[in-house]
Nanobody, 124 residues
Framework: QVQLVESGGGLVQSGGSLRLSCVASGKMFSINNMAWYRQAPGKQRELVARIDTSGSTNYLDSVKGRFTISRDDAKNTEYLQMNDLKPEDTAVYYC??????????????????WGRGTQVTVAS
């Protein structure tokens, strides 16, 4: 029902910047958490950044001070501003959302959605 589409990935040189966007569409009562994950070849997927409904954020230690996650609830969109990119940031980046849905009998439940991913490659 809900679809996420990421954009903004690409190839940059070390020290460069990229801004990832993820727009959610479909039926949603509300969006709870928004996050970005990444997965490099041969490595496990890891949480890069997360932002809750109040704007509180959490970051992977290795990206603190370089990456900034933000959200625009009016547009059902999340962003990841990535500055001072390093080769070790190379990965497929996935957006993630927790969605609160309501049934016709006023029952609330949570759904999780993932984007298909966007490649970020940082050349040394």
């Amino acid at each position: 029902q809900v679809q996420l589409v990421e954009s903004g990935g690409g190839l940059v040189q070390s020290g460069g910047s990229l801004r990832l966007s993820c727009v959610a569409s479909g039926k949603m009562f509300s969006i709870n958490n928004m996050a970005w994950y990444r997965q490099a070849p041969g490595k496990q997927r890891e949480l890069v950044a997360r932002i809750d409904t109040s704007g509180s954020t959490n970051y992977l230690d290795s990206v603190k001070g370089r990456f900034t996650i933000s959200r625009d609830d009016a547009k059902n969109t999340e962003y990841l501003q990535m500055n001072d990119l390093k080769p070790e940031d190379t990965a497929v980046y996935y957006c993630y959302i927790d969605v609160i849905q309501e049934t016709r009998v006023a029952r609330f439940y949570t759904e999780t959605y993932w984007g298909r991913g966007t490649q970020v490659t940082v050349a040394s």
